[in-house]
C-alpha cells in the first residue's frame, strides 16, 4: 500500500498544469510512502524476531516513523501558502505549541500510566510519545493548508491527506492498551488507511490539474484547535484527584465555567469579526471583477471585443523576440465613410461587428484578429507559407464581401488588404507600415484585393510623400495654374459656360496629370488648401470677364469641390465671403462635386445644400461611374447632371451605353436639370448627342482647356473652332 501511494503521487506530480511549490511537494511525499514502506518492514522485521509479541517497535523502526512525520511537515511548510505575513506564522506556532501541551499531557496521563507496556514494546516511551505529538501536528498542517490553498495544491485533497493521517495517528494511540493482546497491532490499520487516503488524494489532484480551476470565494474559518484543546483539558481537570474535596471540585467547576464563558465571547467576537470581513471580501472580490474588467478592456477593442493595437503589438513583440517567422496583414474597409455618411454612424458601427466576426471565424485558431481603429483591422498569421497565405486571404476576402444586411440596409462591404513578412530586427511599427504600404496599393488598384509587400513600393511611397510635400509649396511657389474648358451648346458651338480644370508644372518632373495629383492632395490634406486657392482665382476670374466682356462673358462658370473640402467646417461661409468680396453673381458660379461625395447624409450633403441656397448652382459631376442612386437626384439640390465620358464613348453605336444616355437625358428633362455631356470628341458624337436631346456638350471636339486670357479671345458671337 506504502509503494502504491508512493507511485501514485509521484505520477500525480508529472501532471501537466502544476506549478512549481505543488510538484515539489507531491514528490516529496512520495518519499514520504518510500520511507513508510521501509518503516512497515522494519516494524515487520522487529514484530517476527519477537514472535510472541507483534507490537515490538524497534528503535530504528521508531525513528523511521517520527522521520516521516518530520519530512511530511516540512514539505508543507515549503509550499507558497506559508510565505505570508509575521502574524500568521505566529498563529500557526501558537496552534503547533498548543497542540503538542495538550497531546503530551493527554498522552502522559491516559498511556504513560502504562509506562512498562510503552518501554517493553519500544525499549523507551519517548519515541512513541514524540510519534504521538508530531502526528497531531502533521494534522493541523494539513488542515490549515486545506483551509488556505496553496497554489494549484486541491484543498480536497488536502482534505483527504488530513483524514488519514488523524486516523492513522488515532489507531496509533491506540497500542498501548493493546499490551495484553500481543498478537494485535495498530500499524495493520494505520498504514493502509493512511496510504489509502494518500491515493484518493493524488487522483483527486491530477483530475483538478486537468480542470480547468474555477476561482470561488474561500468560506473564512477560525480554528478549532485551541478550543479543543481547552475542552480536553477541562474534562481531564475535573477527572481528576484535585476534584475530591468539596472545595476542589468547586474551583474545578468555576474554572471550567469562567474558561467556557471565555471562549463563547470569543467565539461570538470572532463570528461579528467574521461577518464584517464577508463584506470586505465581497468589496474586493467586485473591485478584483472590476479590475478584470479593466484589463480587458486595455487589451480589447471595446466595439467589437477582438484585440487592439496594444494587444497586438505585444503579441507580434512576442513573437519577434521569440524568433518565430509570421505575417501581418492590414485590412481597411473600402469606401467605409459612405456607409457612414450616408446611412450613419450606427450602421456603420454594426458593420464594423459584421465584419470583426467574419475575420474571426475565418481564421486558424493560433491567428490573431485586431483593431487598430476606425475601419482599420490587422492580423498576425504565423506558420504560412506564400502559397497559404493566399488561400486564407482569399477565403478572408470572400468571406467579408458577402452581402449582409443591417438594419434594413443590404451591403456588400469590400476590403483591401496588404500583407508583409516579418524579418529578423523587425518592430511592430514597421511591420504596420509595410503593410500599410501595400494595403494602399491594393485600394488603389482598384480595392477588393490583397498586395504582397515590395520594397519597390517604398520607394513610390517615398516619391509620393516627396511629392505630396512639394504639392504642400506649389501654390507659394507659384506653380499651379487654372485653365478653362468651354461647354458649349449644341448644334452651333456657342460658348454657354466653362469649367475651370487645376494643372501642375512640376519644376523638375514637369506637367503632372490631375489624375496623380489630385488623389493625391486629397489623402494627405492639402486639397484643402490647394481647394481655396483654385476657388479664388476662379470666382476672380469670373468677375474679371464679367466685368471686360459684359453679356458676352461665360453665364456659367464651373469648379470642382472636393469631399474633403465639402467636409471641412465653415466651407459654406468661406465660400459666401470670396463671392460677395468678388462682387459676382452667386449664380454665375457652379459647384461641381461627385456623386460618391454627396452620397446619402452628413456633412458633405448639408454643405451642398448650404451653397445652393446661397445662390450657387450645384452639377454632379461624374454621374454614373460611382456607387450610383436615382435618390440623389432628388436628395441632393442638383442643377446640372455632367454625364461621364464612359457613357458618350458608346452613344454612335447600339450599345449599352447609349441606352443609358439617351435614358439619362429623358430623366433631367423631367426634372427639369440641365445635362451636359462630357468627353465629346468627334462629331459623330455630336450629332447623336443633338438628336438624343442633349443641349450642352464638352469636349475636345469643341475646345481644349486654356487659360484665361486665350478663352477671352474666344468670347465672341458663333461657334467655338475645333
Known sequence: MSLLAAHGCWWTSNRFGLDAGTTRFWRQLSLCCVLLAAACVGNAYDALRVPEDFQHIGPVTATLYLGILVFAIWALLRLPVWERSRAEWIRFWLDTGIILITTGILVWHFSLRRADAWAAQTGSAIPVLAIAMIA???????????????????????????????????????????????????????????????????????????EEPAERPVPRRFSVVPYLAVGGMDLMLLGTDLTRSAEGRLIAAGTVAITALVVARQITTLRENNTLLSTVDTNLRQLRDYQVQLAHQVRHDTLTEIANRANFEEQVTARLAGGESFLVALLDLDDFKVVNDRLGHGTGDALLKAVSRRLHDRLRGEDVVARLGGDEFTLLLPDLTGDEAAVVLRRLIQGVQEKVVIDGHEMTPRIS?????????????????????????????????????????????????????????????GELRVVYQPIVELPDGGIAGVEALLRWRHPEHGEISPAVFIPLAERNGSIIEVGRWVFEQVVAQAAAWQHEYGDLAPARVSVNVSARQLREPGFVAEVAAVVAAAGVEPSLITVEVTETAVLGTGAALDAVRGLNALGLRVALDDFGTGQSSLSLLVDCPVDVLKVDKSFVDGVTTASPQSVIVESLITITAGLRIQAVAEGVETADQAHRLHQAGYQYAQG???????????????????????
Not at 137 to 157: M, N, P
Not at 425 to 430: A, C, K, Y
Not at 436 to 456: H, Q
Open 417 to 477: 488588404i496588404g500583407v508583409t513578412a516579418s524579418v529578423p530586427g523587425d518592430t511592430p511599427e514597421e511591420l504596420l507600415r509595410r503593410a500599410d504600404v501595400a494595403m494602399y496599393v491594393a485600394k488603389n488598384a482598384g480595392g477588393g484585393r490583397w498586395a504582397w509587400f515590395d520594397p519597390a513600393m517604398d520607394r513610390i511611397a517615398d516619391q509620393d510623400a516627396k511629392l505630396g510635400a512639394d504639392l504642400r509649396q506649389a501654390v507659394a511657389r
Open 700 to 722: 475636345f471636339h469643341f475646345a481644349r482647356p486654356m487659360s484665361g486670357a486665350e478663352l477671352g479671345k474666344l468670347l465672341r458671337p458663333g461657334p467655338v473652332p475645333a
Open 136 to 210: 497531531s501536528v502533521s494534522v493541523i498542517a494539513f488542515t490549515k493548508v486545506a483551509f488556505a490553498g496553496a497554489g494549484r495544491l486541491d484543498r480536497r485533497a488536502m482534505h483527504m491527506l488530513s483524514f488519514g493521517t488523524a486516523l492513522a495517528c488515532a489507531f496509533g494511540a491506540l497500542m498501548p492498551f493493546l499490551a495484553d493482546r500481543p498478537q494485535l497491532n495498530t500499524a495493520f490499520l494505520a498504514v493502509p488507511f493512511a496510504t489509502f487516503c494518500a491515493q484518493l488524494a493524488a487522483r483527486r489532484q491530477a483530475r483538478a490539474a486537468i
